[in-house]
């Protein structure tokens, strides 16, 4: 008899549990069920912006919204590396009407005018860091080793 009686409990624990564990899963779906939030109630200020438009890469007179910050020609319209020598580009104010500070006599929003490669003497504006013959006239790599071309100030002479 005792033995009956130890498997009664034994059975009757069991059922409780499950009962038990049950009805808890439920409650706690229920309870943790996340309540929905109205973005525009939380913060009124972004309901009232109109949605971002891309900017152009250049604006009307041809100014690029981010350019080399080796002064390579060309620019984009994103934050990323030049394609000429793979330098940063940097943003450029003078995009959205900003003044920049200019050499004398060049206009900042006028389209840069690229120099040629080697001047009347036949100086190179860019020659190879590591003496390779030739150079280039921007900067950049080497054709031959692969090393970065550096600029030659005698170019300007």
Same mark, same amino acid.
């Given at each position: 008899?005792?033995?009956?009686? =130890?498997? +009664? ?10 009962y038990a564990c049950s009805n808890n899963s439920?409650?706690? %779906? ?5 309540? &929905?939030?109205?973005? =525009?109630?939380?913060?009124p200020a972004i309901s009232n912006q109109a949605? +971002? ?12 919204? $981010?350019?080399?910050?080796?002064? @390579? #020609? ?6 990323? =590396?030049?394609?000429? @020598?793979? +330098? &940063? ?5 003078? $995009? ?6 200019? &050499?004398?006599?060049? =206009?900042? /929003?006028? &389209? %840069?005018? %690229?120099?040629?490669?080697?001047? #009347? ?6 020659? @190879? +860091? ?5 150079g280039a006239g921007t900067a950049g790599n @080497? ?9 030659? /100030?005698? $170019?300007? %002479?």
């Amino acid at each position: 008899m005792k033995f009956n009686k =130890n498997i +009664s409990i034994l059975l009757l624990g069991t059922f409780i549990m499950l009962y038990a564990c049950s009805n808890n899963s439920e409650k706690t %779906q229920t309870e943790v069920a996340p309540t &929905p939030v109205d973005i =525009n109630a939380v913060n009124p200020a972004i309901s009232n912006q109109a949605p +971002s438009t891309p900017e152009p890469a250049q604006n009307a007179a041809g100014v690029w919204h $981010y350019i080399c910050t080796k002064g @390579c #020609a060309g620019g984009a319209g994103v934050a990323g =590396n030049c394609t000429v @020598c793979g +330098s &940063p580009l940097a943003h450029n104010a003078v $995009y959205h009407g900003a003044a920049a500070p200019a &050499p004398t006599g060049t =206009n900042p /929003a006028a &389209p %840069q005018t %690229q120099d040629p490669p080697q001047n #009347a003497a036949g100086v190179w504006h860019y020659t @190879c +860091s590591k003496g390779c013959a030739g150079g280039a006239g921007t900067a950049g790599n @080497c054709a031959t080793c692969g090393g970065p071309l550096a600029h030659n /100030a005698l $170019y300007h %002479q």
